[in-house]
């Protein structure tokens, strides 16, 4: 009887000196704040598991304390007792709260004290800061173990917990707190803590900048005219004096008998016997009266020779060889009366005949 009494009392005593194995000694903020779970004392150390001093500010989070009023949403600890959630919203929140990520997550750490804190461990958020109502996360990164035991001691773990996308903080004094509660399932737990953060910092986008207004564009001067070149002058073509001189008389084939050709030759500067001038007419010129000279030696020479200059003026010989008879027989009759004179006449009516102008 005395033997089942003692045994009683022995697992009274273990149930009310249970050890708390698990402690929140760390919340990471993305903003770069950095804080503890409620109840945590930073003084506390870490590189043992007996009960005290190291066991003394793990929480023990139970939810038939919670729904009898024994405890808080948060739990209690060895040292502090029931961890305040109004009050320890309001510490937090005065000395800077972590934030989450921008995809929601809240990085913690766990110190594992001995076997029982060991993991997993599930996480869920009260966005009003109250504990009232806890809403599941995903956990990214777990504490390692199996059934809440390992063989882990004086270790700390990451964890991370992600919120589900538009959860927003509301809570605490400045109305953006949450509580995020994270607790393994130890038998004698379970053991963990709360978290107090905000939500993710949200950069407001750079502020609309004005586009650089463009200078006006300098004037620009204006060109002066270049002056055109001028038109080269063609200096005038003085015309080529005309030579008034007669073309030069081919020479001249032998008339009649005569066996030696006439060389053409400028004619001498002789001077004509007088000569009364000629009247001027403006039909064509009529060849000058001759002064009455002596007789021809031939009697009827003077009526041959005007003769033959009408027929030439009117152009009634029929060939060449008719206009070289006549031609011939004029010469004859002047070369009897005087050989300078035959020459003069000759060359004369050759010229003329070969121009065309017949008188």
């Known amino acids: 009887m005395r033997s089942a009494q003692a045994l009683i009392t022995l697992f009274a005593a273990l149930a009310t000196s249970v050890h708390g194995h698990g402690a929140m000694v760390a919340v990471t903020g993305a903003n770069g704040v950095t804080a503890m779970g409620m109840g945590v004392d930073p003084s506390t150390p870490r590189d043992g598991t007996r009960r005290n001093p190291f066991q003394q500010d793990s929480s023990i989070i139970r939810d038939e304390e919670i729904a009898s009023g024994e405890a808080g949403p948060c739990g ?8 305040n959630v109004a009050s320890g919203v309001e510490i937090a929140s005065s000395a800077g709260l972590p934030s989450m990520s921008t995809t929601g997550q809240v990085s913690m750490t766990i110190h594992q004290v001995n076997g029982d804190g060991a993991g997993p461990y599930t996480c869920a958020i009260s966005t009003d800061a109250t504990g009232t109502n806890f809403v ?3 956990i990214i990164t777990n504490v390692p173990g199996q059934n809440s035991r ?3 001691r004086a270790t700390a773990f990451p964890l991370v917990a992600q919120a589900a996308p538009g959860t927003a903080c509301t809570g605490g004094p400045n109305g953006d707190a949450c509580i995020v509660r994270c607790r393994n399932d130890a038998n ?8 107090v953060v905000t939500g993710a910092e949200v950069t407001p986008p750079p502020a609309a900048v004005a586009p650089p207004v463009a200078a006006a564009p300098a004037p620009v001067a204006p060109v002066a005219p270049v002056p055109a070149s001028p038109a080269p002058v063609t200096a005038p073509v003085t015309p080529a004096p005309v030579d008034a001189a007669q073309p030069p008389v081919a020479p001249v084939a032998p008339v009649g008998n005569e066996t030696a050709p006439v060389a053409p030759v400028a004619p001498a500067p002789v001077a004509p016997a007088p ?5 001027v007419a403006a039909a064509p010129v009529s060849p000058a009266p001759v002064a009455a000279a002596p007789a021809f030696p031939v009697p009827g020479v003077a009526d041959v020779i005007p003769a033959s200059l009408k027929v030439l003026a009117a152009e009634a010989a029929e060939s060449d060889e008719e206009k070289r008879s006549l031609i011939d027989s ?6 009897k009366r005087d050989h300078s004179r035959k020459r003069m006449v000759g060359s004369r009516i050759i010229g003329l005949e070969r121009r065309g102008q017949w008188i």
């Open 188 to 195: 004698a737990g379970p053991f963990g803590g709360c978290a």
């Open 275 to 279: 000569v009364a001038p000629a009247p």
């Open 330 to 335: 004029v010469a004859k009759l002047f070369a």
């Open 76 to 83: 209690r600890t060895l040292a502090g007792g029931v961890n």
């Open 150 to 152: 390992s063989r882990a």
């Open 136 to 138: 599941p996360m995903t």
